[in-house]
């Protein structure tokens, strides 16, 4: 790349959704930090990668091409973890990609899965705007309205793990509410890294809005223990709640003991006392532990889903272990939500109610 200019038809990841389009991309050589909007090369001799586009479509990033993604952190165990070198990332130097939506950073540890959008990437320099400022997705985040709590109930769900079925249980859920008259479900998909195509799915299946921690101004809500993560929380929250909606349906990341999961629970907890808890869980011993986890903090699961409930056998023995209903709500997607609502009872939904809020 030549220059101190891009041109406003780069490729942009995912984490920049909110960014608004720009006539002219002016570059400075400097550190980039989390949430900067900043540009990287892919080496000529490297490998093509694929990444998150704002729509949420699968992007090439071929070999020799310069596009724009977020310093950040990560620290998904499962797949991969990352963080931001102390003063930044710097001019120059290699970084990787962290996550199909677009945040790089130094690489601690990944998985031995294939994931397309892991590669090593040369940092070019940072984005800025008329006045020479650094150009940073906090400027662009969604701001607390200031409005009063609408108490609307508060569907949470929350896993034993990654890739547990958190987010078929949360449409599952959310197709439930929509049959039982629920016309404004609100989703929140609250701890984590950021995905266009998580919160989509939401939106597909009848969800009046959906955030992620992207909209809030944070490319994850990584590391763990960071600074100020109870104000960041608790902004989403007040945002949510004061929407006009009959029902917000919240997504935890990962486990109830990790990845901030514990302080976000808390930040819930505080705004709502009866909450529904959906749980998604490997296996019955994974059920029994999130369980145990979750009554240490005063919480209580309505209702168990995810692989533990893929065979009749299966999910009895959850029942049994756990004292708690479960369903599965994988096995058939059409039957997901008619089986969510025959298990009405545990989540507490009204039946027949066409206005849950008026």
């Known amino acids: 790349m030549r220059g101190g200019s891009l041109p406003a038809n780069i490729k942009r990841t995912s984490a920049l959704r909110r960014v608004p389009p720009l006539e002219r991309i002016r570059l400075q050589s400097a550190c980039g930090n ?27 990033i071929a070999p020799g091409d310069v596009f724009l993604a977020t310093p950040g952190y990560r620290e998904a165990r499962r797949w991969a973890v990352g963080t931001i070198p102390d003063g930044g990332l710097v001019p120059g130097n290699d970084y990787w990609v962290l996550s199909e939506s ?27 705007g008329d006045h020479g400022e650094t150009l940073n997705i906090r400027q662009f985040g969604v701001a607390n309205s200031g409005g009063t709590d609408r108490n609307a109930p508060v569907y949470l769900i929350v896993g034993t793990s ?29 701890t984590g890294t950021s995905s266009v195509g998580e919160i989509a799915r939401y939106l597909d299946f009848g969800a009046a809005e959906a955030f992620d921690c992207v909209d809030f101004g944070f490319p994850t809500t990584y590391p763990v223990g960071r600074k100020g993560i109870v ?14 909606a009959d029902a917000l349906v919240v ?40 369980k145990q986890a979750l009554a240490e903090i005063g919480l209580a699961i309505s209702l168990i889903t995810g692989p533990c409930t893929d065979t009749p056998i299966l999910r009895e023995r959850t029942e049994a272990l756990c004292g708690i209903a479960a369903i599965n709500m994988a096995a058939d997607p059409h039957q997901a939500a ?20 008026s």
Do not use: W
């Open 34 to 60: 989390e949430g900067d909007v900043c540009a990287f090369e892919l080496p000529r001799g490297g490998h093509p990668i694929t990444v998150e586009s704002p729509t949420g479509r699968i992007m090439a």
């Open 102 to 128: 677009g945040v790089v950073g130094e690489l601690i540890s990944h998985s031995s899965s294939k994931m397309g959008h892991l590669g090593c990437v040369h940092y070019v320099g940072v984005a800025c």
């Open 162 to 190: 990654s890739s547990v079925g958190k987010t078929t249980a949360g449409v599952a859920v959310l197709r439930a509410l929509r049959l039982q008259g629920y016309t404004t479900v609100m989703v929140l998909k609250a």
């Open 231 to 244: 104000d960041i929380f608790f902004n989403a929250l007040d945002y949510c709640f004061s929407l006009p």
């Open 251 to 290: 997504e935890c990341a990962g486990d109830p003991v990790s990845a901030n999961a514990p302080e976000f629970l808390s930040c819930l907890k505080a705004r709502r006392a009866d909450l529904k808890i959906i749980l998604a869980a490997a296996d019955a011993l994974g059920a029994m532990g999130a």
């Open 338 to 357: 008619a089986s969510c609502v025959s298990g009405i009872a545990p989540l507490g939904l009204p039946q027949g109610c066409s206005t849950p809020n």
